[in-house]
Nanobody
Framework: QVHLVESGGGLVQAGGSLRLSCAAS????????IGWYRQAPGKQREVVAR???????NYADSAKGRFTISRDNVKSTVYLQMNSLKPEDTAVYFC?????????????WGLGTQVTVSS
């Protein structure tokens, strides 16, 4: 079992950058697929980016070219580098584990980290 904690959110102007961190505890982190998800007010939670245990990545269309997901198995952390932020990126961002290839969520949702992008 792995426990995930999100951090790194904040208030940023449009065009700015943030790096989110998803820190894991537990001994099986390197074997876990980890995804970043977000939920804006009044909207359903959606996938932003995912990285498999082998390092393969995929992105939502809204994130392609602006966001980069990466992982450091030594630090048991997954990062989401977000550049060229837009007001529509405002949301609470969560990380979680998922299964391949169907993307089913396999962990519990944490508190997330708030990202607010001002225009």
């Amino acid at each position: 079992q792995v426990h995930l904690v999100e951090s790194g959110g904040g208030l940023v102007q449009a065009g700015g950058s943030l790096r989110l961190s998803c820190a894991a505890s537990g001994t099986t982190f390197s074997r876990k697929n980890i995804g970043w998800y977000r939920q804006a007010p009044g909207k359903q939670r959606e996938v932003v980016a995912r990285i498999s245990s082998g390092g393969s990545t995929n992105y939502a269309d809204s994130a392609k070219g602006r966001f980069t997901i990466s992982r450091d198995n030594v630090k048991s952390t997954v990062y989401l580098q977000m550049n060229s932020l837009k007001p529509e990126d405002t949301a609470v961002y969560f990380c979680n584990t998922y299964t391949d290839p169907n993307g089913f969520i396999t962990g519990s949702w944490g508190l997330g980290t708030q990202v607010t992008v001002s225009s």
